[in-house]
């Protein structure tokens, strides 16, 4: 059974930064495709960004539009964690953060085709 932990939200100014980290334990298979969803207060909850590496070699990562250049996605293998580096961030931003997973590929930014999920972490942007 995949589980998966999130950590490293928090509060923080406009134009601030901050790194999410998702451990993920459970996994035994040769490929898992890892995203960020995000869910503002009183809105569905929309996709931020996913990555993969389809090949087991080249990392490939996808991004919505309204992070695109500001949020990086990223894995280290070694420590089975994912992180989102988010920076230059808005009150926009505000949201309860997911990580999701699925496989073995992704091809889907649909959170209905995600069937592993953390328990999300809180990021307040003020301005």
């Known amino acids: 059974q995949v589980q998966m932990v999130e950590s490293g939200g928090g509060s923080v100014q406009a134009g601030g930064s901050l790194r999410l980290s998702c451990k993920v334990s459970?996994?035994?298979?040769?490929?898992?495709?890892m995203a960020w969803f995000r869910q503002a207060p009183g809105k569905g909850r929309e996709w931020v960004a996913t990555g993969s590496y389809p090949d087991g070699v080249t990392y490939y990562s996808y991004y919505a539009d309204s992070v695109k250049g500001r949020f990086t996605i990223s894995e280290d293998n070694a420590k089975k964690t994912v992180y989102l580096q988010m920076n230059s961030l808005k009150p926009d931003d505000t949201a309860m953060y997911y990580c999701?997973?699925?496989?073995?590929?992704?091809?889907?930014?649909?959170?209905?085709?995600?069937?592993?999920w953390g328990q999300g972490t809180q990021v307040t942007v003020s301005s």
């Open positions: 999701a997973a699925r496989t073995p590929y992704c091809g889907t930014t649909l959170l209905e085709d995600f069937g592993y």
């Open positions: 459970g996994f035994t298979g040769d490929r898992i495709c």
